[in-house]
């Protein structure tokens, strides 16, 4: 089967950076759409960043100019560089990724476990 594991979340003061890193691993035949979305406690999943396979991005207005969304297609790897890190940026971060086991199966989305990212004032 196909896994998301998540890396990087942490505490930091508001201000600083924090990279997090999405490494997708098991039967992948192709990789589409790879995004990072965020929930905050009592909010809605929202999405934050996303690449498509040729590298186009799209961000939500709120971290445009501070989250820098890319990948490694080798490595079927996404990352998301977050500076100028705010309080209200805190929220458990999710992977996404938009991925086909075969050329018969039709594309699925899959999620990471999360990672928490907390930003002190």
């Known amino acids: 089967q196909v896994q998301l594991v998540e890396s990087g979340g942490g505490l930091v003061q508001a201000g600083g950076s924090l990279r997090l890193s999405c490494a997708a691993s098991g039967r992948i035949f192709s990789i589409n759409v790879m995004g990072w979305y965020r929930q905050a406690p009592g909010k809605q999943r929202e999405l934050v960043a996303s690449?498509?396979?040729?590298?186009?991005?799209n961000y939500a207005d709120a971290v445009k100019g501070r989250f820098t969304i890319s990948r490694d297609n080798a490595k079927n790897t996404v990352y998301l560089q977050m500076n100028s890190l705010k309080p209200e940026d805190t929220a458990v971060y999710y992977c996404?990724?938009?991925?086909?086991?075969?050329?018969?199966?039709?594309?699925?989305?899959?999620w990471g476990q999360g990672t928490q990212v907390t930003v002190s004032s």
């Open positions: 690449i498509t396979n040729s590298g186009s991005t």
């Open positions: 996404n990724s938009e991925i086909l086991i075969s050329s018969w199966a039709p594309w699925r989305d899959y």
